[in-house]
């Protein structure tokens, strides 16, 4: 594992924003995974600032989204394809038949779940992985206790995120919100995996994740075993490592 330490927020956002850019101009042609949340947020906003200083060539990259929510509507704010669409594929100008995202409502979604992985398959595979963690570890909706050999699969959303997705969807209370997310397994046969980690509140999942056992009880800390993964923090995310 890779460990590279930034010197500040804004390095740690452009930074990891340049490892997507070079991997796109080095291979145009390139299928990249990407992870929502707060963390993305910014090293998208970074993304677009280095595309729009040098522009590269943006027509034949394949971006997908590793997890959804499921039962809400794409165009809630808070689904990740609207998030994807607004700050990375819409400003990059990604042609809309390369930007591959799981459907929030199905009558089947274990096929779904089989075709998001096809989709990917066809592609040629995953060139780099773009994750985040969740305070307890956690990568895309696979919380802890997911077993390594897990598949894109449908976890059940934990009670606060169901709780304040509920609200700001204006979700009904019967609906089946859940967490469609590629397994562990898919993540693992990315070629090149990136871990972006910033904040105070994610020092010390930083720490066991990286310098603790390898365990389900910790999804990050699979990494460890993975040849060609980066992982990339700012000072605050960094503090438990010195
Ligand atoms: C969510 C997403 C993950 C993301 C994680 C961290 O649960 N499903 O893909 O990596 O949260 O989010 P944040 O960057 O907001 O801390």
């Not at 947020?41 to 929510?69: K, Y």
């Not at 704010?77 to 609207?82: A, E, K, L, V």
């Not at 779940?113 to 592609?123: H, M, Q, T």
């Not at 693992?188 to 980690?197: G, N, P, W």
Request: aromatic share 8%.
């Amino acid at each position: 594992m890779k460990i590279t330490f930034t010197d500040s927020e804004q390095a740690f956002y452009t930074l990891t924003a340049s490892r997507i850019a070079n991997t796109i101009r080095q291979l145009p042609t390139a299928v990249i995974g990407l992870a929502t949340g707060r963390t993305t947020t910014g090293v998208h906003e970074a993304l677009c600032e280095l595309w729009r200083a040098q522009p590269f060539d943006t027509s034949r990259v394949t971006v997908f989204g590793m997890d959804e929510i499921t039962n809400v509507s794409r165009s809630f704010p808070g689904s990740c394809y609207d998030m994807l669409l607004r700050q990375v594929v819409r400003p990059l100008g990604i042609p809309m038949e390369h930007f591959l995202m799981p459907p929030t409502f199905s009558d089947d979604f274990a096929r779904e779940c089989k075709a998001f992985e096809a989709a990917i398959a066809e592609r040629g595979g995953v060139d780099l992985q773009i994750l985040g963690i969740g305070e307890n570890g956690h990568l895309g909706f696979n919380q802890p206790s997911t077993p390594f050999d897990s598949t894109t699969w449908i976890s059940r959303m934990d009670e606060k995120l169901d709780e304040r997705i509920r609200r700001e969807s204006g979700s009904s209370p019967d609906a089946d919100l859940g967490g469609f997310t590629i397994g562990i397994k898919n993540i693992m046969m990315s070629r090149k995996i990136i871990l972006a980690a910033n904040g105070a509140n994610k020092a010390e999942i930083i720490f066991k994740a990286l310098r603790g056992k390898i365990t389900p009880d910790i999804p990050a800390s699979v990494l460890q075993l993975h040849p060609f993964t980066e992982v990339i923090l700012d000072p605050a995310a960094a503090a438990m490592l010195h």
